[in-house]
């Protein structure tokens, strides 16, 4: 069975504060790793891609992947508000072209 | 780009008729579509993959006599719901990748809530 696997939360951090969402994936033929973000009653929408071990900054959002670890992270800086949601964490497993979706954290930064 | 349309965003029908939902990818072609079923508070739950040209592949657990799959073009797949049931009420989201690198991630629709009375 080809699990990721997120804690389900809810995290709770102040406005202003980093957020550290975290992701173990069981397949280390995934190759390619994607956070989504839901908000309630909608669907998901890209966040960050991220592929290679290391750090990827965009914004206020900074992705990291350690593969000999099978974990993937994902930091808000100045988290705010309208930062409250579920975020998903994704793998991507090339050869069979399957996304494997863990269940989500919920976020919830308070104002 | 890489925008996915899906349609109707909801719908309400009575026990035992059928729903077809529609997905399009608006700004590429795209050969592999996904179909997800979420229920409240719970995740994305892979339902089938929808292959241009050829019969959909189904996750194991979903009856495919129940969900029609069709991909009959490069833009577009639909799922149809047939005899729904109260059960069958959820929230259907689509998904397709644009093509070219194996990284591409995939790109949701906004989703088909789908409520069976």
């Known amino acids: 069975q080809k699990e990721v696997e997120q804690n389900s939360g809810p995290l709770s951090v102040p406005e202003g504060a980093i957020a550290s969402l975290n992701c173990t994936y069981s397949?280390?033929?995934?190759?390619?790793f994607f956070w989504y973000r839901q908000y309630s009653g909608k669907s998901p929408e890209l966040i960050m891609s991220?592929?290679?071990?290391g750090d990827k900054e965009d914004g206020r959002f900074t992705a990291q992947l350690n593969k000999a670890s099978q974990y993937v992270s994902l930091l808000i800086r100045d988290s705010q508000p309208s930062d409250s949601a579920t975020y998903l964490c994704a793998a991507h497993e090339y050869n069979f072209n399957k996304f494997y979706f863990g269940s989500g954290t919920k976020l919830n930064v308070k104002p | 780009g890489a925008v996915v349309s899906q349609h109707p965003s909801w719908v309400i029908c009575k026990s035992g008729t059928s729903v077809k939902i529609e997905c399009r990818s608006l700004?590429?072609?795209?050969?592999?579509m996904f179909w997800y079923r979420q229920f409240p508070k719970q995740s994305l739950m892979l339902m089938a993959t929808?292959?241009?040209?050829?019969?959909?592949?189904?996750e194991q657990g979903v009856e495919k006599d129940k969900f029609l799959i069709n991909h009959a073009s490069l833009t577009l797949s639909t799922l149809t719901v047939t005899s729904a049931h109260p059960e069958d009420s959820s929230f259907y989201i689509c998904?397709?990748?644009?093509?070219?690198?194996?990284?591409?991630?995939?790109?949701f629709g906004n989703g088909t809530r789908l409520t069976v009375t």
């Open positions: 700004d590429f072609q795209a050969t592999t």
């Open positions: 998904s397709a990748r644009p093509p070219g690198t194996g990284n591409s991630p995939l790109h």
């Open positions: 991220i592929y290679s071990n």
């Open positions: 929808s292959n241009e040209g050829s019969k959909a592949t189904y």
């Open positions: 397949d280390r033929g995934s190759q390619s």
